[in-house]
């Protein structure tokens, strides 16, 4: 009886061990199938982003370069209407004391700020009211009149000329 016992057991568990064989293989294949799907969408995630980027990236290129191409239309407009401002205070105006005058302003205010300048530097230096206001005054005086002589007076130099 024991024989029998064990036979049917036996032959039960024959029967099915191909099954639970199967079983674990299955479970195997889907446990690797599904770390393929992962690594699979990991792949795909990073390449995506990386797609996304490159079009960042050249985006970022395309506005660069239209912001290039912006400034330097700027450029050469700001500098035709500069060379266009400067052919028309060149031209005479047909009124004779109008050019006259005109031609003579920049002599004028150098001389006139030549003789301010210097009349006060002789001031202070020959003893004039001397206190410590006066001479920081004298000191703001002679940076200030002398950056606005020379920008005045030679600023028209960074005028561009007109090409010939």
Same mark, same amino acid.
């Given at each position: 009886m024991l024989v029998s016992l064990f036979s049917g057991l036996f032959g039960l568990l024959s029967g099915s061990a191909p099954k639970i064989v199967d079983y674990f293989e299955k479970r195997q294949e889907l446990a690797h199938e599904i770390q393929i799907r992962k690594m699979e969408m990991e792949f795909r995630e990073r390449d995506h982003k990386l797609a996304l980027e490159r079009i960042s990236a050249e985006a970022s290129v395309k506005m660069d370069e239209h912001y290039w191409e912006t400034v330097d239309q700027e450029l050469k407009s700001s500098e035709a209407r500069m060379v266009a401002l400067y052919q028309q205070s060149a031209l005479p105006t047909g009124v004779r004391w109008l050019d006259v005058l005109n031609? !003579?302003?920049?002599?004028?205010?150098?001389?006139?700020? @030549?003789?301010?300048? %210097? +009349?006060? $530097?002789?001031?202070?230096?020959?003893? !004039?009211?001397?206190?410590?206001?006066?001479?920081?005054? @004298?000191?703001?005086? %002679? +940076?200030? $009149?002398?950056?606005?002589?020379?920008?005045?007076?030679?600023?028209?130099?960074?005028?561009?000329?007109?090409?010939?």
């Open positions: 031609a !003579a302003i920049r002599p004028m205010v150098a001389v006139f700020t @030549m003789v301010i300048f %210097f +009349g006060t $530097l002789i001031a202070w230096s020959a003893g !004039a009211p001397v206190n410590a206001a006066f001479g920081a005054q @004298m000191g703001v005086i %002679f +940076g200030e $009149l002398t950056m606005g002589f020379i920008y005045f007076y030679l600023g028209y130099r960074s005028i561009p000329k007109p090409r010939s």
